[in-house]
């Protein structure tokens, strides 16, 4: 809630390509008018084979993905496997639905959860609303403050069966243009060396693009922006 | 009104001691050793999914001999109590000494209260940062804890596997080497294990956050082509 002062996590993007998903969220935390966090990491790892971005109260959020990451990991230990990618779905949820009467009070966490299936063989992702309702979505999501133009760039240049490279330069993409829309929602800050957080996950597991691949994205952004 | 006949305490301690001494040496031995870069494990186990060898934590695993029901219970309390810890302090606040600790305090409480002692012999490992910090504990069904520099041997005639472990250790070997040392400790001079008998577990300072690695079939069957 904005009067509380309570750092706000905006906007994060899923999508699938051919082989997995990639996802991506910006950096930025903002408590009201002012920017109260400019290098937050809200699109995390789960576990090997799946990640969440989340959007709403920072805090609440992130103690909600290390709970959710650790009963994942408490899970795979004692049984000796890891839970299905919709068990893990089922599992995150249940969490969202248990902070129903903070969500009342204004501490709304939104989590987008993706990865890859193994049983499946594919990516899959799904989003959730306060209430715990879970919503498996076929191509892509978005979530935050920033997520109307986020998404609507991504349905916009969204094909089925992208590869990834594609993926993530739509992803970074969209990112850019609801930082520009969006004041809650931070851009690159080549500045500071601080961008998105963006990763994929195929079947090999996480793999996080790392801030240079990230630097040449968004130079070539830059370029076709300034170009229009 | 019937009395129950005396028995010295001794005498007491004496059968139950016996009794769980039988009972671990019908098991099948396994042994773990200090390697350049860990903590490799070896054990003899017909099984192909009951382990005797598991993670408990980042740099941790767990390894128990004698009666599969009883040491998969400590496992699993262990890996209880290693997540419960680090998700309240941190991470870096789990250690293999006070897990051994609170398995010791099991055990002996067991040994002494209960009816019947656990058949069981467990062995805690912990990779450190660097090779001098590497630990291991040899924790007997009545709690006794004893801490290993180098290597450990437990299960049914340990003492012999380890004197022939002894023999063919040395500081500094590679993954390979020491796994082959363990296997010719564990099989002895007359005997070969087959490849599908044995399981086979690292503890590698070089694998990332979770240190534990278990080496599937062809894995196993790999380091025997070497061998031969």
Known sequence: ?228 | MSMPFYVAPEQMMKDRADYARKGIARGRALVAMRYQDGIAIVAENASETLRKVSEIYDRIAFAGVGKYNEFDQLRVAGIRAADLKGFQYSRDDVDARSLANSYAQMLGNIFTHEMKPMEVEILVAEVGAESARDQMFHILYDGTVVDERDFAAIGGDAETIKTRLAEGWSDGLDFNAAINAGIAAIAGPDREIPAGDLEVASLSRGNGRRCFHRLDAAEVAGLFDTTS
């Open chain 1, 1 to 228: 809630m904005a009067t509380l002062g309570v750092p706000h996590a905006t906007t994060c993007v899923a999508l699938r390509y051919d082989g997995g998903v990639v996802m991506a969220g910006d950096r930025r935390a903002t408590s009201g008018n002012l920017i109260s966090h400019r290098s937050m990491e809200k699109v995390v790892q789960a576990d090997r084979h799946s990640g969440v971005a989340i959007a709403g109260s920072a805090g609440p959020a992130m103690e909600m993905i290390r709970l959710f990451q650790l009963q994942l990991e408490h899970y795979e230990k004692v049984e000796g496997a890891a839970l299905s990618l919709e068990g893990k779905a089922n599992q995150l949820s249940t969490m969202v639905r248990a902070n129903l009467p903070a969500a009342m009070q204004g501490m709304v966490v939104v989590p987008i959860f993706a990865g890859y299936d193994l049983l499946r063989g594919s990516g899959r992702l799904w989003d959730f609303d306060a209430t715990g309702g879970r919503y498996e979505e076929r191509d892509y999501v978005s979530t935050g403050s920033g997520s109307l133009h986020a998404g609507t760039v991504i349905k916009v240049g969204y094909s089925a069966g992208m590869s990834r490279d594609d993926a993530i330069n739509l992803a970074a993409k969209a990112l850019w243009e609801a930082a520009d829309a969006d004041s809650a929602t931070g851009g690159p800050d080549a500045l500071r060396g601080i961008y998105p957080v963006v990763a994929s996950i195929d079947v090999d597991g996480w793999d996080r693009i790392d801030d240079d691949d990230l630097a040449v994205r968004y130079e070539a952004i830059v370029q076709e922006v300034s170009s229009r």
